[in-house]
């Protein structure tokens, strides 16, 4: 299991983010930053890694894996989904793409091998065999206001694609993917494409007005925008319903692993906690951290920032709160002062 080896032009820091090598920043993360939020910011995105999954037993066995539809995917189309322990508790998210003869399964590399292992254990006698792309696929993220301008200009055509639909197209010999982001992160696009082409595609975007941005600033867009990151703010002791991401949940697809538990908390109406944002006064708090009400543990903070402001910055936090506490109450965590805050934050620019 290999990161594939990925050229980036210009100056950059690089570190790990999600499991693999990946450029940090571009000498200035508060600009790289702001690109996401009212420019175009191009990004590595080779720490997410994609999985084959052939044979004829291919769309029946997955779908009984995952907690979304991928039976009934159109060709090009994908979903967003969890996958489960038989006591509902949450091993992994992923995406699944239906391609034809092929469901391309995509997660971040730091959960590879655990999605790997889990896939094996339930493939007895089905026909489905599952294949890394590690080295032949790879992909650049594009986002921000002026994502779809930039793409234009580079001579990629956007068309108007529903969330998580790709289609194939060429550009200037060299065949590409393009894939329009679900619905959490708006003007959105993945292209995917071989390790050997991204400084091509990259530097072509770059030259069309795309800011060359790195994983501390996706991390800051993460939060901002309020996407949990499986083994930061979701965790194998988490429930589905518990993250929020109902995106991620079909009720009327049939069975899969987990589904009794996540019928009986549909059927039930509520879990006892939830996932969201909060306000920050005070010292950004450390992952990990109790939120209290009187002493009293009511939720945990899952992940902190402190956003770039053109007038100072904006400290903010994701984590989990009893729903008995979310609303009214003065939160403590530490020495800061929590106010429950719907995610996406607002005012970032």
Not at 172 to 181: D, Q
Not at 222 to 232: C, K, L, N, Q, S
């Amino acid at each position: 299991m290999t990161t594939p080896t990925i050229h980036i032009p210009g100056n950059v820091r690089l570190g790990q983010y999600s499991g693999a090598s990946t450029p940090l920043d571009f000498g200035d993360v508060a600009a790289e930053f702001h690109a996401f939020t009212s420019g175009c910011a191009v990004y590595d995105l080779s720490w997410r890694a994609k999985l084959a999954l052939t044979g004829e037993d291919r769309v029946r066995w997955l779908n009984g894996m995952v907690t979304n539809n991928v039976r009934d995917l159109l060709p090009g189309h994908g979903v967003y989904a969890f996958v489960l322990n038989p006591q509902g508790h949450i091993l992994g998210d992923i995406y699944a793409f239906y391609i034809g003869e092929t469901v391309l399964v995509d997660t971040d590399r730091s959960q590879l091998e655990k999605i790997l292992a889990t896939f094996d254990h339930y493939i007895i006698m089905d026909d489905v065999e599952v294949r890394e792309l590690d080295s032949s696929l790879t992909a650049l993220g594009i986002s921000g206001p002026r994502a779809g301008g930039v793409l234009a200009s580079a001579g990629i055509a956007a068309p108007d694609l529903a969330p998580l639909q790709r289609m194939d197209l060429q550009w200037n010999g060299i065949g590409l993917s393009l894939l329009r982001a679900d619905e959490m992160l708006p003007d959105s696009w993945q292209i995917w494409l071989g390790p050997e082409h991204t400084a091509d595609v990259w530097q072509a975007l770059a030259t069309a007005g795309a800011t060359s941005s790195g994983a501390d600033a996706y991390e800051l867009y993460r939060i901002a925008r309020g996407i949990p990151r499986y083994g930061i703010d979701i965790r194998e002791r988490d429930l589905p319903q518990e993250t929020n991401q109902a995106r991620a949940l079909n009720f009327t697809k049939g069975c899969f692993v987990g589904q009794e538990i996540v019928e009986r908390i549909r059927s039930r109406g509520n879990v006892h906690r939830l996932f969201t944002g909060f306000r920050v006064e005070g010292p950004s708090p450390a992952p990990g951290t109790k939120i209290q009400i009187d002493g009293k543990d009511v939720g945990e903070i899952t992940s902190a920032a402190v956003l770039p402001h053109a007038v100072g910055g904006q400290s903010v936090a994701l984590g989990y709160i009893r729903r008995e506490a979310a609303v009214g109450k003065l939160l403590q965590a530490g020495e800061t002062h929590l106010t429950v805050a719907a995610v996406p934050f607002t005012n970032l620019d």
